[in-house]
């Protein structure tokens, strides 16, 4: 059997949890007609080095985040989708025969799998979808096999347990923003031809994902994070972690922050943008972007997306998947605004529960 890496869900409702290399984040989304509305949210810091470049090091101490976290958001939701980082999967498209049961398809995926995985097949956990018909032969379906190293996934099912949720679905990180763009996508005014860069600034690691016609269609991670601008404040200013990350957010640091330490920054995240379409220029058949879509924490530093659409030349704009969303009473609505450009996969993991 394979695993069902993508998980089947039904009907019932899911929290989106998204534990990134810095927070977890937690969502629960109800659906009336064609509207959404956000039912509870929370986010909480992780302990440094809890989690390294998205992969979970310490499961206990992300176990007991996400307890808190849960209990701060005050959800009675005990089911969950997560999701697994990019770096972590390897895709493939398969070419089948048309009228192939899925049963049979199965069997045949795991017998070739070995083919196109560079591990152990007891390491990997296994997933495929069927894409359509094939371009070149109607008699053929393209089939997309997704591989993930076995503790990738482990990890995050295990913290979940750890904090009573149980996992329903591991989903992949870039297919969770592709979801959440579909609301920013009508917000945009998007048509099948634009070309969407959506770059994700977290704290440790920065994803380009690129979307036309609500499809992915490249995907990067490049080691380059808001706790690069921690860190100088930490050095610069002798403070501890926490004081760094507090005096970020609030502010009270000396006159020279904004042109010793916000403004080199902010440089390095204009280079970092630039760098990235240049890699999927060269690697793809794309020589230009319509829009770049700012978001993780990083994207709602004032200035910032004004500063990138100057210097990059190309329209861009923050995201907010909550935008055309009513929130209910107990949720803080001030505070999602502001944590809104980092919900992005969190928000795609609880549309899990519409599928």
């Given at each position: ?272 943008v630039s760098r990235s379409l240049q890699f999927f220029y060269s690697a ?31 329209n861009t704009v923050v995201a907010n998947p909550f935008a055309a969303m ?30």
């Amino acid at each position: 059997m394979l695993d069902g890496l993508f998980g089947g869900q039904g009907s019932r409702s899911l929290l989106g949890i998204d534990i990134s290399s810095s927070a977890v984040k937690l969502l629960e989304l109800s659906r009336s007609g064609e509207k959404y509305r956000v039912e509870s949210y929370a986010v909480m810091s992780l302990p440094s080095q809890a989690v390294v470049e998205k992969n979970i090091a310490d499961v206990e101490q992300v176990g007991e985040i996400v307890r808190a976290v849960h209990a701060r958001s005050r959800s009675k939701l005990k089911r969950a989708a997560v999701a697994v980082p990019g770096s972590a999967i390897i895709t493939k498209v398969l070419h089948m025969p048309a009228g192939l049961h899925e049963n049979a398809m199965e069997t045949q995926i795991s017998l070739e799998a070995d083919q196109y995985i560079p591990y152990p097949l007891d390491e990997v956990s296994l997933d495929f979808e069927v894409l359509g018909e094939s371009e070149d032969n109607p008699e053929s379906v393209d089939v997309m096999l997704v591989a993930c190293r076995r503790d990738n996934v482990d990890t995050r099912v295990e913290s979940l347990e750890i904090a009573g949720i149980t996992p329903k679905v591991v989903d992949v990180e870039a297919y969770a923003v592709e979801r959440s763009f579909e609301l920013i996508a009508t917000q945009l005014g998007c048509d099948e031809n634009t070309v969407v860069a959506i770059v994700d600034v977290g704290a440790s690691m920065t994803s380009l994902s690129v979307v036309v016609d609500g499809e992915t269609v490249y995907t990067r991670d490049q080691l380059f994070g808001g706790r690069q601008l921690t860190e100088e404040i930490q050095r610069r200013y002798g403070l501890t972690v926490e004081e760094a990350g507090l005096a970020k957010k609030q502010g009270g640091l000396s006159d020279d922050y904004d042109s010793e330490v916000l403004a080199p920054f902010r440089e390095a995240v204009i280079q970092q943008v630039s760098r990235s379409l240049q890699f999927f220029y060269s690697a793809s058949q794309y020589n230009g972007v319509d829009i770049i879509v700012l978001a993780g924490g990083v994207a709602a530093m004032q200035g910032l997306v004004e500063l990138v659409q100057e210097r990059v030349g190309i329209n861009t704009v923050v995201a907010n998947p909550f935008a055309a969303m009513s929130v209910a009473s107990g949720v803080d609505a001030t505070k999602l605004t502001s944590d809104a450009p980092a919900m992005l996969i969190a928000c795609g993991l609880a549309l899990r529960s519409f599928d």
